[in-house]
């Protein structure tokens, strides 16, 4: 099974060239398209309302990257690191959900990924590749001792789609 898995690897490999990782870039609650300020918006009422003070978006919350062709920026918002003022996390926690804002020309709309989005791959001619934080559910397809393998996305024609794991 892992003779075939770094086969299959290594012929995607020869086919689209080399793959680099790279990390999305920090943006601010400023430079956010409305789609992002609406959502950030609607979880500062959910502070208030609960009575805990303003939302508090912290570095690394809110990122940056041209993930679906159109050479616009499009953004990340992890939302296990947003908290409210009154509620701080004492320690950190296990990310189970980002929102990825995709530009489509005039605007952004959003898309939901499970856990948070750790690296992005680009190889030449293919698809721009997310590795979420989030594990496969699959662990018979896992090929690591231990079990624990994160899933990697695609964003094809708008969607988001498994596209392996890691």
């Known amino acids: 099974m892992i003779a075939r898995l770094a086969r299959v690897a290594l012929v995607s ?31 500062q009422g959910l502070c208030t309302f609960d009575g805990l003070g303003e939302l ?45 804002f995709l530009s489509d020309g005039a605007s952004h709309y959003s898309i939901r990924m499970p856990g948070e989005v750790l690296d992005i791959r680009r190889g030449q001619g293919a698809a721009t590749k997310l590795l979420s934080s989030s594990s496969t559910t699959d662990q018979t397809a896992c090929p690591v001792a231990d079990g624990v393998c994160n899933t990697i996305y695609e964003i094809r024609d708008g969607e988001l789609v498994e596209a392996g794991i890691e």
């Open 56 to 100: 508090v978006v912290p570095e690394r919350a809110l990122m940056r990257a041209e993930l679906n062709g159109d050479r616009s920026d499009d953004f990340i918002l992890a939302l296990c690191r947003l908290a409210c003022a009154g509620n701080l996390p004492k320690v950190s926690t296990a990310c189970d959900q980002s929102l990825i």
């Open 13 to 43: 490999l020869l086919m689209t060239g080399p793959v680099r990782a790279e990390s999305a870039s920090p943006a601010t609650r400023e430079e956010a398209p409305a789609a992002v300020e609406a959502e950030l918006a609607t979880r």
